[in-house]
């Protein structure tokens, strides 16, 4: 991971939910309704990453007929290994662990 | 289970999605799209579409920035979006062209570049042969005002000199006419005076004025100009007093100005006249309205200053400490008197707050006299009205303040327009090269450089956009100036004219400013340098990009 890359606060929830089943297949829906971001928020954020490398897509066939087939969302290894390490650098950056951080260094 | 209004909607909402995004997302507003079906609840379906449009619409304004992606698609021409969007534009920027705010905007900001009289003055050369042929004596008279070529540029040239004659003689055509256009002689004589040229025509004029007008304060004062020593007219300086004493012409004018029952500056007759022949004879440089005629006036002003201060209150004053009240209050009572008319029948509220300080000079002195000759009842209606006029001045005064003086220089509206030019020149000049690059591939066809092709369309939808862009700055930039220009045609109140006018002098002044403010540099190869280094980095920019750039990662289907 580049030292310079950034992530927001929205891009790190997504890696959050993602890696939460690594090796599952998400709909963009339920991606939406576990992180709570809207889908204009969503949808860029897949795009991003998936242009990135780190995210592989598929459409699978629809459930019941009638209806569409649903586009599916998984982390790359390249993708998890960068989402693991955005995820740590995050909670490091969190105001708790910094005091705990600080206590330690203290103690 | 037919779907809800809001289900519906969000459909609607999707299709529109689908048709807005670009090529290269559509798979994802697709992917979008896809879920609607799955989600249970209308409300949170309509939320649903409502960000997937907004995604949609920020992925095409993305694409319109970077037209590279949008462009390469169809390996060197432009995609149908692509051009569809830029044509679009262009054409949208090309109906401002009809807007008349748009059209003046744009030309007096161009024109501020290269100020010229030139043209405004072979215009006026041909409106006045057309009104000369069809005997319009108004029209005459606004050119005999305009033509006044020995000014600036062609100062002692044939072409002046010539000019001159013509003003002349359309002034003369112009009073003939209509016997009652003869105070425009005043408005000339001003003219004149100013630029220290006297004329042939000058007594002819002077004499006809005061026929028609005898009781005018004005055309003495203007007279009284001609006798004074050349450098005697400074503002306020005693000095002036020893070396007019010695100018017996300009006493007897100036005291014949203070017998004057009358006061017209003719201000508001030229506002008139400037007003109506624009309005009907279709002239297009707001600039020229009503140019510099306050400053004339001011003249006029130092006339009545200096007498006033340095004859008639030193003489009444002279004349009270020797007990002779009555020589005083009549010398005190001139100057009152001439205030008077100017604070009544003043044009501006310069000529009301002057005449009321003239006023001040006056009553003060003549309350006094009053009170000592023991007519009280006189000496306190005179303090009252004092009390009035000083109320009047206050109003006046209070009206102008800081911050309307300030926004009278406020150049935000000019720079925008500026900037609006530049824009438009850059983007009609990548444009144009564009349009030539592919015409002459269409003519001798290059091979192999397709990619160069893609960079040069994908600038050819920036400068689209650009222009565009461009085009509503100069129309908003302008508008507050076209509403002061409406403001202006449509009152026949002259003392906002100034103001209202005043910020079309700042445009014109705009690139003066930047031009002196850099000199000791060499101004023009500065601006063609550094409109070089843009136009080579823009270049560069979009070739390196296109030729860096890879197909956009498609779901797989």
Known sequence: ??????????????????????????????????????????????????????????????????RPPRHMYRLTADGLRSAREFVALEALRAPSHRAAAYGAGRA | MQPTLAKKLARRLMALALLISPPNSRAWIRAMAAELDYIDGSSKALSWSIGCFGAALKQRFISLLSPGALVIETEGGMSKVAKISAIALVVASALFLFAPTFQQGLKLTAASWHPSDTAWFSKMRALGARAEKNNDAQT?????????????????????????????????EAVRQQPQLTWIYCSLLNRDYLRGQSDPNDALWLAQLQK??????????????????????????????????????????????????????????????????????????????????????????????????????????????KGDLRTAEDDYGKVARLGELMELHGDTDIQTLFGIGLQKSANQHIQAILEKSGNA?????????????????????????????????????????????????????????????????RVVGFAGLQRVGAALASMGVV???????????????????????????????TRDAYSLLFRFTVLEELPARLYYSFRGVDFWYTVIALGGVIVVWILYRQISRTFRHSAPVQPAA
Request: hydrophobic share 45%; proline share 3%.
């Open chain 1, 1 to 66: 991971m580049p030292k310079s890359v950034r992530m927001s606060q929205q891009t790190v929830e997504l890696f959050r939910a993602f890696l939460a089943q690594p090796r599952e297949w998400r709909y963009g829906y339920d991606l939406s309704r576990e992180t709570a971001l809207k889908s204009g928020t969503l949808y860029p954020i897949l795009m991003r990453l998936n242009k990135r490398g780190w995210l592989e897509t598929r459409w699978t066939a629809p459930e019941s007929q009638g």
């Open chain 2, 140 to 172: 005459l008279a606004f050119v005999a005002m305009q033509l006044n070529g020995d000014w600036e540029s062609n100062a002692g040239s044939t072409a002046a000199a010539e000019d001159r004659a013509l003003r002349d003689n359309y002034a003369n």
């Open chain 2, 212 to 321: 028609s007008d005898p009781t005018n304060a004005e055309v003495y004062a203007v007279e009284a100009a001609y006798y004074a020593p050349a450098h005697a007219l400074g503002w306020n300086t005693a000095e002036d007093r020893a070396l007019l004493v010695s100018a017996p012409g300009w006493l007897s004018r100036m005291a014949k100005a203070f017998d004057s029952t009358n006061y017209d500056s003719y201000i508001s007759r030229e506002a008139d006249l400037d007003r109506d022949v624009w309005l009907h004879r279709n002239l297009d440089d707001p600039s020229r309205l009503f140019s510099g005629t306050f400053g004339y006036r001011l003249w006029d002003f130092a006339n009545f200053n200096l007498y006033s201060k340095y004859f008639l209150l030193t003489t009444a004053a002279d004349a009270e400490a």
């Open chain 2, 377 to 441: 009842p006189a000496a306190n209606l005179l303090a009252f009205q004092m009390e009035l006029e000083q109320d009047i001045a206050h109003r006046i005064s209070s009206q102008i303040t800081p911050a309307k003086l300030e926004s009278r220089y406020q150049t935000t509206d000019a720079w925008l327009m500026q900037l609006s030019l530049l824009g438009m020149a850059i983007s009609l000049a990548l444009l144009l090269s564009c349009g030539g690059y592919f015409a002459l591939r």
């Open chain 2, 463 to 493: 400068a689209t956009i650009l222009l565009f862009a461009s085009t509503i700055a100069m129309y908003f930039g302008y508008s507050s100036y076209a509403v002061a220009l409406r403001e202006y045609l449509n009152t026949s109140n």
